[in-house]
């Protein structure tokens, strides 16, 4: 079955360095979308990639789909103690119904 | 507040009983998804309502397990015999849309089987 891996597992840094996560899936997708769950509440969504190569930005947050559709990543420039929580890729495999999520990266801010 | 909830927030049972949650989506959302999320993990996916019809289910998910969204509104998750591999937050999503779904997710039910 289709599986999807994040890197790293865990992330600590000091407010106002950047971060990154990176996303692979054993399978080409359709498009890719990224979730922020805060601890203790639920995934929250945040953006969906759809083609090949796609860049998108949310303020300090840039997303990107990878060429072959099979890899992403979340970058964040300047974190701030509000950036904390996992960040989950999460993606779906054509004419698919379910969506399949990543394993996660944690990350922690400290001042 | 997305607003999707769920019912109850908190569940502890006997190993054994049967537990039954509850989910009321966003009312124009027609997609319906159940998941089930441990410490350290994402969510997995349980299972798909489309309206009132279930669509796809999870080969993981085994037969004590069963999922039901009558009239296309609310739905229900029962899980039969609990064991205590079962402890975990089960989460449920709504979504519309035509091309991709963007998932809205309720807070979820803790489940804790002793």
């Known amino acids: 079955g289709q599986q999807v891996m994040q890197i790293p597992q865990y992330q600590h840094v000091q407010e106002g360095e950047d971060f990154t996560t990176y996303c692979n899936s054993s399978?080409?997708?359709?498009?890719i979308q990224w979730y922020k769950q805060r601890p203790g509440g639920h995934p929250v969504f945040l953006i969906q990639?759809?083609?090949?190569?796609e860049v998108k930005k949310q303020k300090r947050l840039t997303f990107q789909f990878g060429e072959a559709k099979k890899n992403s990543s979340l970058h964040i420039t300047a974190t701030q103690t509000t950036d904390v929580g996992t960040y989950f890729c999460?993606?779906?495999?054509?004419?698919?119904?379910?969506?399949?999520f990543g394993t996660g990266t944690q990350l922690k801010v400290e001042l | 507040d997305t607003g999707v909830s769920q019912n109850p927030r908190h569940k502890i049972t006997k190993r054994g009983q049967n537990v039954t949650f509850r989910c009321d989506p966003i009312?124009?959302?027609?997609?319906l998804y159940w998941y089930r999320q441990t410490l350290g993990q994402g969510p997995e996916f349980l299972t798909y309502?489309?309206?009132?019809?279930?669509?796809?289910k999870s080969r993981l998910l085994s037969d004590r397990f069963s999922a039901e969204r009558p009239k296309g509104s609310f739905s229900t998750l029962e899980i039969q015999r609990t064991e205590q591999g079962d402890s975990a937050m089960y989460l449920c999503?709504?979504?519309?849309?035509?091309?991709?779904?963007?998932?809205?997710f309720g807070p979820g039910t803790r489940l804790t089987v002793t």
């Open positions: 999460a993606g779906w495999a054509g004419g698919g119904n379910k969506l399949t």
């Open positions: 399978t080409t997708l359709s498009n």
């Open positions: 990639l759809v083609k090949s190569g």
């Open positions: 009312s124009e959302h027609n997609r």
């Open positions: 309502f489309q309206n009132e019809a279930q669509l796809e």
């Open positions: 999503a709504s979504a519309v849309g035509t091309v991709a779904y963007e998932q809205y």
